[in-house]
Structures are given as C-alpha cells and as structure tokens.
C-alpha cells in the first residue's frame, strides 16, 4: 500500500477526531441518545465511501447497496451467534467479520459481471431490483428470522468497542482512497471519464469494473456486519430500497468522486434528524430544506485531481 503525505494528513485528521469523540464519550458530554450514534456514523461512512467507489470515481449508478450490506449483516450475525458459546469474543467477532466482507463480495461478483455489462438507468434498475430480491429471501428464509427479525446478535461493536469501529473505518478509507491514487484507480477513473478510449488504450474496462464492484460491496458487508453488533437485532425491512437511496444521498451530497465530501456528508445526515427530533411535524421538511440548501451549495464536481488527459499520460508511462 502506497502510503504518501496526504494519506498522512488523513490519518492525523482522523487520529485527532478520535481523540476528541474519545473525550466526549469518557467525559459524559455525550448523552446516552448520541452515543449511540457514534457507531452508525463510522457504519454510513464505510457505505458512502464505498459506494462513492462505484458511483463516483467507476462512473456507474448503484442502488443496491443496501442489498449487500444486509448480506453481510445477516452473514455475521448467524456466525457470531453459533460462535459466541464456543470461541472468545474477539475471535468471533473479527471472524464474522471477515465472512460478513467475503459473503458480500462473492455476491458483488455474481450480480457484478452480468450486470456491469448494462449502463445507466438499466444498471441502477438491476442493482434496486438485487437489493429488492435480497431483502425478499431474507424475509422468507426461517434462518434469518423472517419478518420478525434476527435478535440475539452479541453486541461486539457497540460505542464502548468504539475503537475497534474507528479503526475498520480508518482501514476502510485508507485502502480505498490509495486504490484510487494507484494506477488501478487511475484506470477505473479513465473508464469513467470515456470507456472507449480508456479501451482503446488496453485497459480491461470488464476487469476494472468488476474489481471495483466486488471492493465496494466487500466493504458494505463489513459495514453491515458492524451494524447488525451494534444494534443487537435485525430485520429485512431495514435494508431496503430506502437505504440504498439514503447512502446515494451521502455521495452525491458529499461530491461524486469525493471522499473527504463523502465523509463529512455521512456525519452530517446521520446527525441531522437527531438535532430536528424536537421539530415535530416539520422535522421531515426541514430535513429536506437542509438537503436542498446543501445541495445548492455543494461543489459537485469531480476532485479526484486528474483530467481525463492527464489520467492517460500517466498510464501510459506507466505501460
């Protein structure tokens, strides 16, 4: 892994927003309702991040992360449940983990190389319908608990293991944001900036594509399986179109192909109903204001700093 100065920078910024959630937690300044926050923010940064992968630097438009984020939730909690009697918590945690981020990626890689073939509307029609169809078993399988809901999950992520969450985000976001500075990156950019001539050049267009499809979701199954121990009991319902919708929302807030936006877009709309709890009946439309005024200000822009150009003189240096 490539680690450079502004990699650096990053890690300092994010060491530094850990020592002061560390203090507010172990102050008391936090209530018990904000607490409980802290763990679904890193969970919705993972997913922003990692949608923004697909999204914002491949160029094509996904609806159905939420799909693989129930997967890996789902995947988890079953395995952390059998384990919990048998292997020490740590052990079972980081393993179901582990099978969370491979389930959802292995599922990433089917739906990936027939579906990627697809552009456009075609392709977030098929990735919302995958969500859909997802949600659908899992509310048939008896496994899963149907409709009831899947409860008795250990709670190995909640804010008091808000360490060991902070530091799989911090990998999440380091990993994919050196993907993007490679010549990797370089080439899934140059697929979405013109996939003809990003071809004519010798690049896999299917290859990439694929890569980063598999990579986005393996990390939505991971921030799923952070979510299904923090919560303690799942249900389909919680993983539909709605949230797929919700983690679109967080890129294109922050700025497609941005993932400082990304991040800051996340902590803002998780936080953002907790503060207008209070609003009653106008919590909804002052919601959406917010999201409009934000919209309105928002530098939507591409920053991933290389110009189509500049992206094929670089991979043709590097050939």
């Known amino acids: 892994m490539k680690v450079n100065k502004k990699t650096i920078i990053n890690i300092v910024i994010m060491l530094l927003a850990y020592a002061l959630v560390f203090v507010l937690i172990n102050s008391g300044v936090l209530s018990r309702q904000y607490k409980s926050l802290i763990v679904p923010i890193c969970v919705n940064i993972m997913l922003a991040v990692s949608l923004n992968l697909v999204t914002g630097f491949l160029g094509e438009l996904s609806l159905g992360h939420a799909g693989f984020m129930s997967i890996g939730a789902y995947s988890s909690a079953l395995l952390s449940?059998?384990?919990?009697?048998?292997?020490?918590?740590?052990?079972?945690?980081?393993?179901?983990?582990?099978?969370?981020?491979?389930?959802?990626?292995?599922?990433?890689?089917?739906?990936?190389?027939?579906?990627?073939?697809?552009?456009g509307d075609y392709l977030a029609i098929v990735t919302l319908a995958f969500g859909e169809i997802i949600k659908s078993i899992i509310n048939y399988l008896k496994i899963t608990g149907g409709s009831k809901g899947l409860s008795k999950i250990p709670l190995y992520s909640d804010y008091k293991n808000f360490t060991?969450?902070?530091?799989?985000?911090?990998i999440?976001?380091?990993?994919?944001?050196?993907?993007?500075?490679?010549?990797?990156?370089?080439?899934?950019?140059?697929?979405?900036?013109?996939?003809?001539?990003?071809?004519?050049?010798?690049?896999n267009i299917s290859r990439y594509?694929?890569?980063?499809?598999?990579?986005?979701?393996?990390?939505?199954?991971?921030?799923?399986?952070?979510?299904?121990?923090?919560?303690?009991i799942i249900k389909p319902g919680i993983f539909d179109y709605n949230k797929s919708i919700e983690i679109l929302v967080f890129v294109v807030l922050g700025g497609m192909g941005n993932i400082p936006g990304s991040i800051i877009s996340a902590i803002i709309l998780t936080l953002l109903p907790e503060f207008l709890r209070g609003a009653d009946n106008l919590r909804m439309l002052l919601y959406a204001i917010v999201l409009i005024v934000m919209m309105i200000f928002n530098n939507s822009k591409f920053k991933s700093g290389l110009s189509l150009n500049s992206t094929f003189r670089k991979l043709g240096r590097e050939e």
């Open 164 to 170: 060991v969450v902070f530091v799989i985000m911090v």
């Open 81 to 119: 449940i059998a384990l919990s009697n048998t292997f020490p918590p740590v052990l079972a945690f980081f393993t179901a983990l582990i099978c969370g981020g491979i389930s959802a990626a292995f599922f990433g890689f089917l739906i990936g190389v027939p579906v990627l073939r697809l552009r």
């Open 209 to 232: 594509k694929v890569m980063a499809f598999v990579i986005a979701a393996g990390f939505a199954g991971i921030a799923g399986a952070l979510y299904a121990h923090n919560v303690g």
């Open 172 to 203: 999440t976001i380091v990993l994919i944001s050196n993907l993007i500075d490679s010549r990797d990156g370089r080439a899934i950019k140059s697929i979405r900036d013109n996939d003809i001539a990003a071809e004519s050049i010798g690049i």
